[in-house]
């Protein structure tokens, strides 16, 4: 199931409603239906669950239309939402592209299916996580739409991606969007989708107050904690208002709302940790700090994937949600478990998360930058400082260098310098970075940039181009080339980031366990390059990753050997040669009374680090689900553990970042009771 952002309204843009075709000469043999009749079949098949056949009655009305002709773009714009829902991201994209492009700007007669296609971009940007290329979109759509069904349709869209990328722009649409509303009679589940994002801009932005406001209206307008058919909407509002409650101190109100939400208290199946669930790791390109802590929902397939992530919440701001959200993509769950867990279960999980610092890693890209700019800065060209505020407000200033630069000198390091920030900025949609990082690199070219310098453009530049990165083998496909190009494979350094690049990237998007093998070959050419010197940060860093994986398959002596190759402390609980023992433990007063009294079960995976003294230390809930419920509690488990002591001359860390997963499991006759 893909939870739709569009056609939320009674109107809504994707009715495809009827109506002629324009058409040119026709390019194929004379048909028995006329292009009338095939237009109203394509536009039938469009709500029918037969995607296939409803893709084929538009392509065959696209071979009745003439190539470049706006009839060929309206029929193109059509097919963009059907490609998207047979997984065809990339063509969906490129087919509402080329339609756009055919539709004359002064017809406005067309403007239904401009919207259509901005809608299209925008739904495609959202599920694919480029937020900022969602925003890119659905502003265009909201411009371009006439009635106010269409204008609402995408303000509610755009203000879901705004939230996590421009939170003073969220708040002015809310602020169009009510100035809309007004002038028409709502359905109230419509209202409730507002309020809602209200509520996700309110927890955000520090507001709790207010959150809690317009998430108990939220709940009102879908008719309250007492209605008797429960949907994904109302357990989405309950959600939002048990972590407003929760923020603002009140524990008990949160609980209560949580369990009105059904999380935790399923009465056939129950909804485990995945083999595959981990959290990311702190540090790497997103810089993920152990203090940030982010609300990721989700969506499991029939087949144990991940259909679809969102982040609804975020201590660290938007691009730490987003960065948790693309970490859930790549999570697992075997097909036979997955299909014993109701439907309704499977499609709102919300799961309460903080990075890992049991394998903590450089930036590779912070490594490139540096080169590039201690190039640019030997060819007397200083750098903008990164912003140290909203990066959404430092991009009119951006935008401004860069066409300054450009008049200046089209192709001069002034210009690449501009590029490169602008490049860095989150807040630039996904088809523009590329375009830019496609400039960056013929101009870093063509002043003879060092080749690392060039990775800086090239690397994201060529994942930036690909809609459906996210797809099995899409990301191994895009970047394994490079390391063959002879501009890449005669440099150790930029051999080595295209490497450690392709892994990540790969394990962040595929089922992690098939690429454990594959993943291993290609850091271990990295790890034994012999060009790299022992300390270099991407052998350091290849080794880091090579130890993760093997500790995480069970090889704990290859885990061990290997992470004492790199050079630093292996210090890791989970690959010492005799962990510290666990001597005593809390029993079953550890379970929440709340939570027992409200009917939940659920299970965190908790971090900690053992002292030499035998007592747990920094402990921290990487995972909870119920997000929120069992953190606590979990936490302090091993406050009242017990670990054996460890010998230290400096009397100090014993080990650190063993990680446990404890379940919390109601009796039967209590779950038979829920």
């Known amino acids: 199931m893909r939870i739709k952002a569009i056609a939320l309204l009674g109107a809504g843009v994707l009715a495809m409603a009827g109506g002629l075709v324009p058409v040119g000469a026709q390019t194929s043999p004379p048909s028995t239906t006329t292009v009338q009749q095939d237009f109203d079949a394509a536009t039938a098949l469009d709500a029918k ?8 009655a538009w392509e065959k009305l696209g071979t009745r239309t003439k190539a470049g002709s706006r009839s060929r773009g309206i029929v193109l714009i059509r097919k963009a939402p059907i490609l998207f829902a047979l997984n065809r991201a990339d063509e969906s994209v490129k087919a509402a592209r080329a339609g756009l492009a055919l539709l004359p700007a002064d017809d406005a007669s067309l403007a239904e299916d401009r919207t259509r296609a901005f809608l299209i971009l925008g739904q495609v940007a959202t599920d694919t996580l ?3 290329g969602a925003v890119t979109a659905l502003q265009q759509a909201e411009a371009s739409a006439i009635s106010t069904a269409d204008k609402l349709g ?13 939170p003073t722009a969220a708040a002015a649409t809310l602020a169009r969007s009510d100035a809309l509303i007004g002038t028409v009679k709502l359905e109230k589940s419509v209202a409730a989708r507002f309020a809602r994002e209200r509520t996700l801009l309110k927890l955000n932005t520090g507001d709790i107050a207010g959150a809690r406001a317009s998430a108990l209206q939220a709940i009102r307008l879908l008719g309250g904690l007492e209605t008797d058919k429960v949907d994904i909407m109302d357990a989405s509002a309950r959600s939002d208002a048990a972590i407003a409650f929760l923020l603002s101190g009140n524990a008990d109100e949160a609980r209560r709302y949580m369990a009105y939400t059904g999380a935790g208290r399923m009465v056939k199946g129950s909804f485990d940790p995945a083999a595959e669930m981990r959290s990311p790791d702190c540090g790497g390109d997103a810089g993920l ?4 802590v982010a609300v990721v929902e989700f969506n499991i397939a029939s087949d144990g994937t991940i259909d679809q992530a969102a982040p609804i919440y975020a201590a660290g701001g938007g691009q730490v949600a987003l960065e948790f959200a693309r970490a859930v993509k790549g999570w697992s769950w075997p097909a036979e478990k997955v299909q014993a867990i109701p439907a309704f279960y499977r499609y709102h999980v919300r799961v309460e998360m903080r990075c890992s610092t049991a394998f903590e890693r450089p930036s590779i890209d912070d490594g ?17 400082p990164a912003p140290t505020g909203s990066q959404a407000a430092a991009l009119a200033g951006q935008r401004a260098e860069l066409a300054l630069a450009t008049a200046q000198s089209p192709n001069g390091l002034r210009t690449l310098a501009a590029i490169y920030r602008l490049t860095n900025n989150p807040t630039v949609a996904r088809e523009e970075r590329a375009a830019l990082a496609a400039r960056g690199l013929a101009i870093a070219v063509a002043n003879d940039a060092p080749p690392s310098a060039r990775l800086t453009f090239d690397l994201p530049g060529r994942v930036d ?21 002879p501009v890449y494979a005669n ?23 098939e ?11 990295v790890a034994d390059d012999k060009a790299l010197k022992p300390n270099d940060p991407l052998r350091v860093g290849a080794l880091i990753r090579i130890a993760s994986i093997e500790e995480r398959n069970g090889e704990i002596d290859a885990a061990r050997a290997t992470f004492a190759s790199s050079g630093l402390t292996a210090n890791q609980c989970a690959i010492m040669d005799a962990p510290p023992k666990m001597v005593s433990q809390p029993g079953s007063e550890a379970f929440p009374m709340e939570a027992m009294r409200w009917g939940f079960e659920g299970w965190t995976q908790v971090q900690f680090d053992i002292g030499a003294d035998g007592n747990v230390i920094n402990q921290r809930a990487l995972l909870s689900y119920p997000p929120f419920i069992f953190s606590e509690a979990g936490t302090k488990f091993f406050t009242k553990a017990k670990y054996a002591k460890t010998y230290r001359p400096d009397g100090g860390l014993g080990c650190g970042a063993t990680t446990t997963r404890i379940k919390f499991m109601l009796p039967d006759s209590a779950r038979r009771g829920s």
Do not use: C, H
């Open 289 to 292: 700090k152990p203090q940030d």
């Open 465 to 485: 181009a690909v809609t459906d990165i996210w797809r099995p083998g899409v990301f191994e496909r895009t970047l394994t080339p490079m390391v063959s190009e």
């Open 49 to 56: 669950p037969d995607r296939a056949a409803s893709l084929a």
């Open 368 to 384: 490139l930058d540096d080169v590039l700019e201690q190039w640019l800065s030997s060819k007397g060209i200083t750098v903008a």
């Open 154 to 166: 995408a303000m509610l869209s755009l203000v879901t991606a705004q939230i996590f990328i421009d």
């Open 515 to 525: 690429k454990n093998n594959t993943a291993i070959v290609t850091l271990r050419q």
């Open 491 to 513: 440099d150790p350094q930029a051999r080595a980031a295209i490497r450690l690049m392709m892994v990540d990237g790969a394990v962040a998007r595929t089922r992690k366990s």
């Open 130 to 132: 480029d937020y900022a």
